[in-house]
């Protein structure tokens, strides 16, 4: 009874301490609303499945149908509206909204406050073991607040849009149960205030991720993305792992407030043990964030319904390698190489997906490749300690990969629905099939034409204030001047493949003829409200979500409209106490920012180069698609030569592994079993059985059940007895 | 006197023992067994003397044994023979793996 009156001191205590006038309203509740969304939505999801089981064995009994009727009375068992139905209609975004409200209230409240040093809040002694003591705390400041509006607000719409795009699916109250989920242990992630409280986190949305890849698990491809997504993934926690030991023997400690204080006077600039930890926090990153060489899996999660690729797979936990770099900005600061590592790989990351992205024909392969791109962005940017740029262009992103992937699932919906009325088994989400789209969907088709301006970059949607901003930030940093140039012409060029398969993707999409069918033309439709709305949303925000941090010599530019756009570097300024460290670390080793691009130029200059590039690439590729006959995927097939061969292969990375990796674990794997385990082991233990049997059989023989026998044998050995004790 | 005393009781041991081993018959193995029993019943009464009266004591916790074994040992015959019409224990071999 003692223990929970000590933590609450302790917290006050900890308020106290930080003495900036932030009192955080209710916070473990923003973390609690999800996970009881999760429970309640749990326990009618278990209803619901034993239900519809039931229903199916019926069904499965009245009439011993072919596989593909089956199906369609699946559809029909899931769809009357029972309360299981209904209700996680009503919890999952309703807990949602309730903890993007509390959110938005300490929101506000840190806004009116000057925080300087982190809120942490600890609830109970997690593990007090011997040297290591860990807290179940968690940390309220700036990173990890915007991080929560992202996640609570965008998970809010997302919500709210699955409500209208999953309603007909059996799974219903499943889904919103995982999705529920996902967002408490997402919130874990953000919120933690040492190591191990964000790896609980981590690994939770990991596993989110993993049930919601895999949620039509009736189908084996889906089910084995989900597979895929999960062992990539734990490639890369080795990483996190290892950084987290090594901070530990290092610092003593696992809280971020006593590490990043110590790290400075602790450890060595550029020396070995931080280039280590920053590495293998680099490999963690890498993993989450699908980056080269553990991207892998995030193209293949996309068998995941669309609002989860949406969700996690786009603007929530993808991003979280962009948050631990951030967050760890002081370690990456003191360790240069580390630093341009993450750099590095970003850039290449960038500059591979975005090649990739130009060949897809499914439109969500797009769209992944597209987030692969972005997110190496984002790891340039933190990597060349542009740490607010990188989480503006986290922030950014969510908003405008969130609502293409939105759209995409309303496209697809309708896709769906089309094809289905008529029983037409084309892909609804290959490019190809559609066309013309824009006639039956003009809303879905204006917001992601808005979406689709945002990511290329152009004046004034979101995407060109953040990413021009990383590619700035590239080009003038130091101290590997030559590399960083290099990686600033990846940037570019990323940029310009970034107009284009974008411009390419909507034209296919959206523009032409339609290439759907005759039939299937009139069931095309424009999603319901609980869609759409959440697109709008996210339209503005994809909109206005750029101005937020814009530098005040852009401000007073062409781009800021003469001075005119109400906030400067807001973002930059905000997160000045959490980066502060690491800009000073920065400032003291390597000098100020150059503020000249490689090959010479203002950002001004290069903001009307680059919006101009853009806007030509964007204009030069619907003219080109456009004017190109497009046929349907059954009559066009796959590209069978050249490098579109290649790019639609995906340069053969899956096949390279496969043969580099997963077939000599696969042989192992068959060794192990066939003769260590089969032949060693089973055959060690199988002996010893043989033996004691023929032990047993030999001793047998003397029970003969002749009590003559027995008497004699007695008397042997009684007699033998008396001679030893004799002699 | 301790010696032909020890000498009977060792020639009653062994004209006993011979008997369990030789003979078939379940009722002479019984008391060839009776006879082994009061064989060293006899040497113990014989060291007594010398030893202690211990000896004496153990000689009336065996016949007790004895009587209680005679009689359970009885009961059990006496079920076989109204089985089998015989006590050569050489028909009794069921009792095996």
Same mark, same amino acid.
């Given at each position: 009874?003692?223990e929970?009156?000590?933590?609450?001191?302790?917290?006050?205590?900890?308020t106290?301490?930080?003495?900036?006038? @932030?009192?955080?309203v209710?916070?473990?509740?923003?973390?609690?609303?999800p996970?009881?969304? @999760?429970l309640?939505?749990?326990?009618?999801?278990?209803? #619901?499945?034993?239900?519809?089981? %039931?229903?199916?064995r019926?069904?499965?009994?009245a009439?011993?149908?072919?596989?593909e009727?089956?199906?369609?009375?699946?559809?029909?068992?899931?769809?009357?509206?029972r309360?299981?139905?209904t209700?996680?209609?009503?919890?999952?975004?309703?807990?949602?909204?309730? =903890?993007?409200?509390?959110t938005?209230a300490?929101?506000?409240?840190?806004?009116? +406050?000057?925080l300087?040093?982190?809120?942490v809040i600890s609830?109970?002694s *997690?593990?007090?073991?011997?040297?290591l003591?860990?807290?179940?705390?968690?940390?309220?400041? &700036?990173?990890?607040?915007?991080?929560?509006m992202?996640?609570?607000?965008?998970?809010?719409?997302?919500?709210v849009?699955?409500?209208?795009y999953?309603?007909?699916?059996?799974g219903?109250?499943r /889904? @919103?149960?995982y999705l529920?989920?996902?967002v408490?242990?997402?919130l874990?992630?953000v919120?933690?205030?040492?190591?191990?409280?964000?790896f609980?986190?981590?690994e939770?949305?990991?596993l989110?991720?993993?049930?919601?890849?895999?949620?039509?698990?009736?189908?084996?491809e889906?089910?084995?993305a989900?597979?895929?997504?999960?062992?990539?993934?734990?490639i890369?926690d080795?990483g996190l792992?290892?950084?987290?030991f090594i901070? @530990?023997?290092t610092?003593?400690?696992?809280? /971020?407030g006593?590490?990043?204080?110590?790290?400075?006077?602790?450890?060595?600039y550029?020396?070995?043990?931080?280039? =280590?930890?920053?590495?293998?926090?680099?490999?963690?990153?890498?993993g989450?964030?699908?980056q080269?060489?553990l991207?892998?899996?995030?193209?293949?999660?996309?068998?995941?319904?669309?609002p989860?690729? =949406?969700?996690?797979?786009?603007?929530?936990?993808?991003? #979280?390698?962009?948050y631990?770099v951030?967050?760890a900005?002081?370690l990456?600061?003191?360790?240069?190489v580390?630093?341009?590592?993450?750099?590095?790989?970003g850039?290449l990351?960038?500059?591979?997906a975005?090649?990739?992205a130009?060949?897809?024909?499914d439109?969500?392969?797009?769209?992944?490749?597209?987030t692969?791109? &972005?997110?190496?962005?984002?790891?340039?940017?933190?990597?060349?300690?542009?740490?607010?740029?990188?989480?503006?262009?986290?922030?950014?992103?969510a908003?405008f990969?969130?609502?293409?992937?939105?759209?995409a699932?309303?496209v697809?919906?309708?896709?769906?629905?089309?094809?289905h009325?008529?029983?037409?088994?084309?892909d609804? &989400?290959?490019?190809?099939?559609?066309?013309?789209?824009?006639?039956p969907?003009?809303?879905t088709?204006?917001?992601?034409?808005i979406?689709?301006l945002?990511?290329?970059?152009? *004046? !004034?949607?979101?995407?060109?204030?953040?990413?021009?901003?990383?590619?700035?930030?590239v080009? %003038?940093?130091?101290p590997?001047?030559?590399? /960083?140039?290099?990686l600033?012409?990846m940037?570019?060029v990323?940029?310009?493949?970034?107009a284009?398969y974008?411009?390419?993707?909507?034209?296919? %999409?959206?523009?032409?003829?339609?290439?759907t069918?005759? #039939?299937?033309?009139?069931?095309l439709?424009? +999603?319901?409200? %609980?869609?759409?709305i959440?697109?709008?949303?996210?339209?503005?925000?994809?909109i206005?979500?750029g101005w937020?941090?814009?530098?005040?010599?852009?401000r007073?530019?062409?781009?800021?409209?003469?001075?005119?756009?109400?906030?400067?570097?807001?973002?930059h300024?905000?997160l000045? !106490?959490?980066?502060?460290?690491?800009?000073?670390?920065?400032l003291?080793q390597?000098?100020?920012y150059? /503020?000249?691009?490689?090959i010479?130029?203002?950002?001004?200059t290069w903001g009307?180069i680059?919006?101009?590039?853009?806007l030509a690439v964007?204009?030069v590729?619907s003219?080109?698609?456009?004017?190109?006959?497009?046929?349907?995927a059954l009559?066009?097939g796959?590209p069978t030569?050249?490098?579109g061969?290649l790019?639609?292969?995906?340069?053969?990375v899956?096949e390279?592994?496969?043969r580099?990796?997963? &077939?000599?674990v696969?042989?192992?794997s068959r060794?192990? *079993?066939?003769?260590?385990?089969?032949?060693?082991?089973?055959?060690t233990?199988?002996?010893?059985?043989?033996?004691?049997?023929?032990?047993?059989?030999?001793?047998s023989?003397?029970?003969?059940?002749?009590?003559?026998?027995?008497?004699?044998?007695?008397?042997?050995?009684a007699?033998?007895?008396?001679?030893?004790?004799?002699? | 006197?301790?010696?032909?005393?020890?000498?009977?009781?060792a020639?009653?041991?062994?004209?006993?023992? =011979?008997?369990v081993?030789?003979?078939?018959?379940?009722?002479?193995?019984?008391l060839?067994?009776?006879?082994m029993?009061?064989?060293?019943?006899?040497?113990?009464?014989a060291?007594?003397?010398?030893?202690?009266?211990?000896?004496?004591l153990?000689?009336f916790f065996?016949?007790?044994?004895?009587?209680?074994?005679?009689a359970?040992?009885l009961?059990i015959?006496?079920?076989i023979?109204?089985h089998?019409?015989?006590?050569?224990v050489d028909?009794?071999n069921?009792l095996?793996?």
């Amino acid at each position: 009874m003692t223990e929970p009156a000590r933590t609450t001191t302790e917290a006050l205590a900890a308020t106290a301490q930080a003495g900036s006038g @932030f009192d955080p309203v209710l916070p473990g509740i923003i973390l609690l609303l999800p996970l009881l969304g @999760f429970l309640l939505n749990g326990i009618l999801a278990l209803v #619901a499945g034993s239900r519809s089981a %039931t229903a199916l064995r019926l069904a499965a009994l009245a009439e011993p149908d072919s596989e593909e009727e089956r199906v369609d009375h699946q559809h029909e068992v899931g769809a009357p509206k029972r309360a299981t139905h209904t209700l996680p209609t009503w919890i999952g975004p309703g807990v949602m909204l309730l =903890a993007f409200l509390l959110t938005a209230a300490n929101f506000l409240r840190m806004l009116g +406050a000057d925080l300087h040093d982190a809120v942490v809040i600890s609830y109970w002694s *997690w593990m007090p073991t011997g040297a290591l003591s860990v807290d179940a705390a968690i940390q309220l400041d &700036q990173l990890s607040m915007i991080m929560m509006m992202v996640i609570t607000g965008v998970g809010f719409l997302i919500h709210v849009f699955s409500v209208g795009y999953m309603k007909e699916d059996p799974g219903y109250p499943r /889904y @919103f149960a995982y999705l529920n989920l996902f967002v408490f242990f997402m919130l874990v992630l953000v919120t933690g205030a040492n190591f191990p409280v964000m790896f609980v986190g981590w690994e939770g949305v990991g596993l989110c991720s993993y049930l919601l890849i895999g949620f039509w698990f009736q189908d084996r491809e889906k089910a084995d993305a989900g597979k895929k997504a999960f062992i990539v993934n734990r490639i890369g926690d080795v990483g996190l792992l290892m950084a987290m030991f090594i901070l @530990f023997s290092t610092f003593g400690t696992l809280n /971020y407030g006593e590490i990043f204080a110590a790290a400075p006077t602790t450890l060595v600039y550029g020396g070995g043990v931080v280039t =280590a930890i920053t590495l293998f926090l680099l490999l963690g990153a890498a993993g989450k964030s699908a980056q080269i060489p553990l991207y892998v899996w995030l193209p293949d999660a996309m068998a995941g319904p669309t609002p989860v690729s =949406a969700l996690i797979h786009a603007a929530t936990m993808v991003t #979280a390698g962009v948050y631990l770099v951030a967050r760890a900005s002081v370690l990456f600061a003191l360790a240069p190489v580390g630093a341009a590592a993450v750099a590095t790989i970003g850039a290449l990351t960038a500059l591979f997906a975005a090649t990739i992205a130009l060949k897809q024909y499914d439109i969500k392969k797009v769209l992944a490749y597209s987030t692969v791109s &972005q997110l190496g962005f984002m790891f340039m940017g933190v990597g060349v300690g542009a740490y607010a740029a990188g989480v503006f262009h986290l922030m950014t992103h969510a908003f405008f990969k969130a609502l293409l992937f939105l759209g995409a699932g309303a496209v697809i919906h309708s896709m769906h629905h089309a094809l289905h009325a008529t029983h037409k088994d084309w892909d609804a &989400q290959d490019m190809r099939n559609m066309g013309g789209l824009r006639r039956p969907m003009k809303w879905t088709w204006i917001f992601m034409w808005i979406a689709t301006l945002a990511i290329a970059g152009i *004046w !004034p949607f979101a995407g060109f204030f953040s990413k021009d901003e990383i590619i700035w930030y590239v080009g %003038t940093s130091a101290p590997f001047g030559p590399l /960083y140039a290099v990686l600033w012409g990846m940037a570019v060029v990323t940029a310009l493949l970034t107009a284009f398969y974008m411009t390419r993707m909507m034209i296919l %999409t959206f523009h032409g003829p339609n290439r759907t069918g005759e #039939a299937e033309r009139k069931h095309l439709h424009e +999603a319901p409200l %609980t869609m759409t709305i959440p697109l709008g949303v996210l339209a503005i925000l994809s909109i206005f979500g750029g101005w937020i941090n814009v530098p005040e010599s852009v401000r007073n530019s062409f781009f800021g409209g003469f001075g005119l756009l109400p906030m400067s570097e807001w973002l930059h300024d905000w997160l000045l !106490p959490v980066t502060a460290a690491a800009d000073a670390i920065r400032l003291e080793q390597m000098g100020a920012y150059a /503020y000249q691009s490689p090959i010479g130029g203002s950002h001004v200059t290069w903001g009307f180069i680059a919006t101009g590039l853009a806007l030509a690439v964007v204009i030069v590729a619907s003219r080109l698609f456009l004017s190109r006959d497009v046929k349907t995927a059954l009559e066009e097939g796959e590209p069978t030569s050249g490098i579109g061969k290649l790019l639609y292969n995906k340069w053969y990375v899956d096949e390279f592994y496969d043969r580099i990796i997963v &077939q000599p674990v696969i042989g192992i794997s068959r060794f192990s *079993w066939r003769v260590v385990d089969r032949v060693l082991i089973d055959g060690t233990v199988n002996a010893v059985g043989a033996v004691s049997r023929g032990a047993g059989w030999f001793g047998s023989l003397f029970q003969t059940g002749q009590l003559n026998t027995y008497a004699f044998i007695l008397a042997l050995g009684a007699l033998a007895l008396l001679g030893v004790l004799i002699l | 006197m301790l010696v032909e005393a020890l000498v009977l009781s060792a020639i009653l041991f062994v004209i006993g023992t =011979a008997g369990v081993l030789i003979r078939r018959n379940a009722i002479i193995m019984f008391l060839c067994i009776e006879l082994m029993l009061n064989a060293v019943n006899l040497s113990f009464v014989a060291l007594s003397r010398y030893l202690g009266i211990e000896g004496q004591l153990y000689v009336f916790f065996v016949m007790t044994v004895a009587a209680a074994e005679a009689a359970v040992g009885l009961a059990i015959i006496i079920a076989i023979f109204r089985h089998y019409e015989t006590v050569n224990v050489d028909n009794f071999n069921l009792l095996k793996w």
